[in-house]
């Protein structure tokens, strides 16, 4: 008993000197004006699965650390705040710090602490945005040193992007020192992946389900496929150990990894890029021929920016309801192939039915597509329309809903409810303020923003609250000015002073 107090007292503190040590203020929006959406949130369960943030605690924590968002379509704004309630959900406090979970339930494949790595690159994108960093720098000081000062067992039980997804986040939070400091154990992670996983030929190959992948058309549970994922990631991390690098002014470093990027990138984009069908696609191991099915990773090239602008037609798949596009969502496989959605039903297939893990990665691509490439194959149009997509499938009964994966056709959610309900398994809010809103993280102290909002959809929006760089922006757009007052158009604001502004929903540059 008096163990199990102890417990308590060190989980209420850590959460009030986090909760507390909030110093900055929003510009314009009232955090106030937004709590009726938590007190719904709570109304809704028989809160059965309490971690370091119980529900009776979660407004006073989400004051304290999230972004303010006011929109006109008020599915988008209840959403937004409903994936910040559930991510902290999955927030726990162990002997070692705070980590971030992926079910609720405990998990038999899982590492100490119910710690799974398949979507640790998400949480990464999806928790930069909190206030307090503590939380992400704990996770991640266990994953890569709470195993006696070495990686915890499973951090490579499933391929991920973590080195980028770790530079991406200093990208918001600034904070050099840490990844620095992290960069032996990045590399080493890297180095591990290369031993395990790289073929002679110089293309990384997994199995499907350590993809978190399982049952796909293209591959199996036991086939050693070269993959357009590992193959992006590992491309996205070497570019990331090489920006560390250059952090820590260890020149010779950057360029060694530079060198490997390059390599992944050349080999991608003449082993898996499929010349007939104009995709990425995974390359079969027997047999060493590609195999000739689309898929939904093929587009996670353009996560990190790797493919030319040849290669942008792949996106014409994306709108095409005869490929890709379903009325609940992207589908993780071509809707046309014989064998779409044959692998049975709620066994984790990933052959044909809509995964919000895999929509997070493809919109994250599209943004990076719309804002990096010049191309006529995806419009701002065409980003709202799956983002709404995916706003609303996130609703059961008239209530916001976030599980495992869903049916293309019906909107079903195809996992049982206790085992998968609050599944911290993609981003969401990362997708409204990098994509819709269009604050692109950089590394200097200009700030970039382009939103991808269609002008005509919305006469108004606001992100107030965004802590970036150590300092609160907040992003405006205000078409007649009489909705905030602050002029007409677009404005972008530090700490309080207008940096950049536009008349239209355009690219603006501001500096702090």
């Not at 009776?56 to 959403?79: G, R, Y």
């Not at 039903?345 to 599209?366: R, Y």
């Not at 490439?373 to 609303?392: A, G, M, P, R, W």
């Not at 150590?470 to 905030?484: A, E, F, M, N, R």
Request: one cysteine or more; glycine letters at 6%; aromatic letters at 14%.
């Amino acid at each position: 008993m008096k163990k199990y107090c102890t417990i308590l007292l060190i989980i209420g503190l850590a959460f009030n000197v986090s909760a507390q040590t909030n110093q900055y203020k929003p510009l314009l929006l009232k955090s106030a004006a937004y709590k009726h959406y938590v007190d719904r949130f709570n109304s809704m369960e028989d809160e059965n699965i309490k971690q370091a943030i119980p529900n009776d605690s979660a407004w006073d924590w989400m004051k304290a650390n999230i972004p303010l968002f006011d929109c006109p379509q008020k599915n988008f704004e209840e959403l937004f705040y409903y994936r910040w309630w559930t991510l902290r959900k999955h927030i726990k406090l162990t002997e070692k710090g705070f980590v971030f979970t992926e079910f609720l339930v405990p998990r038999t494949y899982a590492d100490k602490y119910n710690l799974i790595s398949s979507a640790l690159g998400h949480h990464l994108y999806e928790s930069r945005w909190l206030h307090d960093k503590k939380y992400m720098d704990d996770n991640l000081l266990i994953w890569f040193r709470g195993n006696d000062g070495k990686a915890m067992k499973k951090l490579r039980f499933y391929s991920g992007w973590n080195e980028d997804a770790v530079y991406n986040r200093y990208l918001v939070n600034g904070d050099k020192k840490f990844i620095v400091d992290l960069l032996p154990e990045l590399e080493a992670d890297y180095a591990a992946w290369e031993q395990e996983k790289k073929l002679p030929n110089g293309l990384f190959w997994q199995y499907d389900v350590r993809d978190a992948m399982e049952e796909t058309i293209s591959g199996g549970r036991k086939e050693k496929n070269p993959r357009p994922s590992i193959n992006s990631y590992m491309y996205g991390n070497a570019k990331a150990l090489a920006l560390i690098a250059s952090e820590a002014g260890d020149v010779a470093l950057a360029e060694k990894y530079i060198a490997k990027a390059d390599s992944i990138q050349y080999l991608t984009k003449n082993k898996l890029w499929n010349k007939e069908q104009q995709f990425f696609e995974v390359r079969k191991e027997q047999g060493d021929t590609l195999a000739n099915v689309k898929e939904e990773i093929g587009f996670i090239p353009w996560y990190f920016n790797m493919p030319d602008s040849s290669q942008d037609i792949a996106w014409k798949n994306v709108t095409d309801i005869k490929t890709f596009c379903a009325p609940y969502g992207i589908t993780t496989a071509d809707r046309s192939h014989p064998l779409f959605r044959t692998h049975g039903c709620c066994k984790c297939e990933w052959d044909g039915a809509v995964w919000p893990f895999a929509t997070s990665q493809t919109l994250t691509a599209m943004a990076n597509l719309l804002n990096n490439y010049k191309q006529h194959y995806v419009t701002n149009t065409n980003y709202f329309d799956q983002l709404e997509t995916l706003v609303k499938s996130q609703y059961v009964n008239g209530k916001p809903y976030i599980g495992e994966y869903l049916d293309e056709k019906t909107g079903v959610w195809l996992k049982g409810e206790e085992r998968s309900r609050y599944y911290n398994h993609s981003t969401f809010n990362d997708l409204i303020i990098t994509g819709l809103i269009g604050l692109r993280p950089r590394a200097d102290d200009v700030i970039e923003v382009n939103p991808l909002l269609p002008a005509n959809k919305w006469n108004w929006f606001c992100l107030d609250n965004v802590l970036y760089h150590g300092k609160i922006i907040t992003i405006i757009w205000d078409k007649t000015g009489t909705k905030y007052k602050k002029g007409k158009g677009l404005s972008v604001w530090c700490e309080g002073k207008k940096i950049a502004a536009a008349t239209t929903l355009k690219k603006v540059i501001g500096k702090m």
